[in-house]
């Protein structure tokens, strides 16, 4: 299957999303410089924009604005759950913010001389 993104996606990139207007708090399946996605235990409505605020790391907070594209259901070992994939809204500033997001995910930090093989 061929993916028709324009940015590269990161697949558990080690950072949570809290969306206060759905009470959902969640690890990011998969983020890119255009969206995002989460697995959540609801459904929710789609076509919504929501407020989103990304911790990557203990001092800074990044806040957008995201439209909640689709959500679907998918069977699960521990039961149901659903794919929740949100837009980020755009805005003169929503590409640098989000690439300051990405720039900042854990899991893209390169291990400079821990000593670890």
Same mark, same amino acid.
């Given at each position: 299957?061929?993916?028709?993104?324009?940015?590269?996606?990161?697949?558990?990139?080690?950072?949570s999303?809290?969306i206060?207007?759905?009470?959902?708090?969640?690890?990011?399946?998969?983020?890119?410089? /255009?969206?995002?996605?989460?697995?959540?235990?609801?459904?929710?409505?789609?076509?919504?924009?929501?407020?989103?605020?990304?911790?990557?790391?203990?001092?800074?907070?990044?806040?957008?604005?995201?439209?909640?594209?689709?959500?679907?259901?998918v069977?699960?070992?521990? /039961?149901?759950?659903?794919?929740? /994939?949100?837009?980020?809204?755009?805005?003169?500033?929503?590409?640098?913010?989000?690439?300051?997001?990405?720039?900042?995910?854990?899991?893209?930090?390169?291990?400079?001389?821990?000593?670890?093989?």
């Amino acid at each position: 299957m061929h993916d028709h993104r324009r940015d590269p996606r990161v697949s558990d990139p080690g950072v949570s999303v809290s969306i206060p207007s759905l009470g959902v708090t969640a690890p990011v399946r998969d983020i890119s410089a /255009g969206g995002f996605a989460l697995s959540i235990e609801k459904d929710v409505r789609a076509d919504a924009e929501h407020v989103v605020e990304f911790r990557p790391t203990g001092a800074l907070r990044v806040v957008l604005r995201a439209t909640l594209a689709h959500c679907r259901g998918v069977r699960t070992r521990s /039961g149901r759950r659903y794919l929740a /994939g949100f837009s980020f809204v755009e805005a003169d500033y929503a590409h640098e913010a989000a690439t300051l997001l990405m720039s900042c995910l854990p899991k893209l930090v390169p291990n400079q001389g821990s000593g670890r093989a």
